[in-house]
């Protein structure tokens, strides 16, 4: 699982100690629980296996002997979206410190840019980070998202065409993601009858 859509899932920043991580996972649980949802059960239970799928990958993370962010880029990932390892070639270096500076301080501008609709600087500044971490699967994963995002915007105006391209971006730059997969053939759904 992809350490960034942990945190997503779970509500946490990227520097969450295992208290946090501990906290944030039993306040999402009850509220995603089967039980407390009745008329949305299934919705709430395939969230609950996510969010607890999440949960179970961070406190593994912390486990082995880093903090959640303190991570090498010959790590494997194995992601519950994608469900395929993705590793970087062995001959790349361990990122620096302030490499995952930069890194954590973009994530964050970027989520902020995402959730205020600013899609084109998101797009810029994604595209720059990629640029930057060429072999970073996180970094790859976001600029997909991003694509997508932005995509889902120009479906909403009415730019069909160039929502087609936005959306082909996302799934050319992170191919095995199923999650987004899904997403992007329910834009393309909105977007086919309309051409």
């Not at 969230?47 to 880093?66: C, D, H, M, N, P």
């Not at 087609?164 to 095995?176: C, E, G, I, M, V």
Request: with cysteine; net charge positive; aromatic share 10%.
């Amino acid at each position: 699982m992809e350490l960034v859509e942990c945190y997503r899932l779970l509500e946490l920043s990227p520097n969450a100690g295992i208290e946090e991580i501990k906290a944030s996972y039993r306040r999402l649980a009850r509220r995603y629980h089967p039980d407390v949802n009745p008329h949305n059960r299934e919705q709430a239970h395939t969230q609950f296996i996510r969010v607890t799928e999440a949960y179970k990958y961070l406190l593994e993370r912390v486990s082995q002997g880093g903090s959640p962010t303190d991570f090498s880029h010959q790590d494997s990932a194995s992601s519950v979206k994608t469900e395929v390892k993705h590793q970087t070639k062995a001959t790349s270096k361990p990122p620096s410190e302030l490499d995952q500076k930069v890194k954590w301080d973009a994530y964050k501008k970027l989520q902020e840019l995402l959730k205020t609709q600013k899609f084109a600087r998101a797009t810029t500044l994604v595209e720059s980070l990629s640029k930057r971490f060429p072999n970073d699967s996180e970094v790859r994963q976001w600029q997909a998202i991003t694509y997508q995002q932005r995509g889902r915007q120009l479906v909403n105006q009415g730019q069909f065409e160039l929502a087609r391209k936005f959306l082909k971006k996302a799934l050319s730059t992170d191919p095995h993601n199923r999650s987004l997969w899904y997403e992007v053939d329910r834009d393309f759904q909105r977007i086919e009858p309309l051409l």
